[in-house]
């Protein structure tokens, strides 16, 4: 059974800093991408970051650019994302997924999903 399990949400002030981790069992991990996505209240679910485990590859919606890192410990099967400079509009659950693809200019194409980790960030 596959499982993801997100952690490291919490509320922070306006500029600062979160890191999220996600840890993935009963899956093989390589070669697929995995990626973090958000849903605001009220709003559709953005992706944020995407990796391809295979090679490293990434890539980063265009609100996070320079203030996201997606990262990927291989050997222990944990995904990160670090956040920095953050915003009050970053407050969101995000989530963690697997094996994603991309249709319709959206990554969100995913078969497996995490719980998420509430990001509060005030101003």
């Known amino acids: 059974q596959v499982r993801l399990v997100e952690s490291g949400g919490g509320s922070v002030q306006a500029g600062g800093s979160l890191r999220l981790s996600c840890a993935a069992s009963g899956i093989t991990y390589r070669n697929y991408h995995m990626g973090w996505f958000r849903r605001a209240p009220g709003k559709e679910r953005e992706d944020v970051a995407i990796i391809y485990t295979g090679t490293g590859w990434t890539f980063y919606a265009e609100s996070m650019k320079g203030r996201a890192t997606i990262s990927q410990d291989v050997a222990k099967n944990l995904l990160f994302l670090e956040l920095n400079s953050l915003k009050p509009e970053d407050s969101a659950m995000y989530y963690c997924?697997?094996?994603?693809?991309?249709?319709?200019?959206?990554?969100?194409?995913?078969?497996?999903w995490g719980q998420g980790t509430q990001v509060t960030v005030s101003a």
């Open positions: 997924a697997a094996r994603c693809s991309i249709r319709d200019n959206t990554w969100s194409n995913c078969d497996y």
